[in-house]
């Protein structure tokens, strides 16, 4: 069972920066694909950015692509989304998750484990 933690999240003003992170409780995390999803009530959860295990294949939401950057740092079982320009309709609660296998995945069904979400708020 991997545990995932999400930090980083908060109240900015639009045009603000904010840099998500996700530790997780393993050090296979390094073998897992992982991806983050954001959700607002009443919505389903959607598909933000993805990475494969090695970091070297990513996708973005075409709603985030050139202002989101997926990243993360294996050696430290940690996951980021630096979120740049941020604008109002980026407010959500912001989940991180991972898969046991590899591979660019876009639907929340294709994930094993995940966080208990952050909270990010951008104001107008």
């Known amino acids: 069972q991997v545990q995932l933690v999400e930090s980083g999240g908060g109240l900015v003003q639009a045009g603000d920066s904010l840099r998500l992170s996700c530790a997780a409780s393993?050090?296979?995390?390094?073998?897992?694909?992982m991806g983050w999803f954001r959700q607002v009530p009443g919505k389903e959860r959607e598909f933000v950015a993805a990475?494969?295990?090695?970091?070297?294949?990513?996708s973005y939401a075409d709603s985030v692509k050139g202002r989101f950057t997926i990243f993360r740092d294996n050696a430290k079982n940690t996951a980021y989304l630096q979120m740049n320009s941020l604008k109002p309709e980026d407010t959500a609660v912001y989940y991180c998750?991972?898969?046991?296998?590899?591979?660019?995945?876009?639907?929340?069904?294709?994930?094993?484990?995940w966080g208990q979400g952050t909270q990010v708020t951008v104001s107008s």
């Open positions: 998750a991972v898969r046991r296998s590899d591979g660019i995945i876009t639907t929340t069904r294709g994930y094993d484990y």
């Open positions: 990475s494969t295990w090695s970091g070297s294949i990513k």
């Open positions: 393993e050090r296979t995390f390094s073998n897992y694909a």
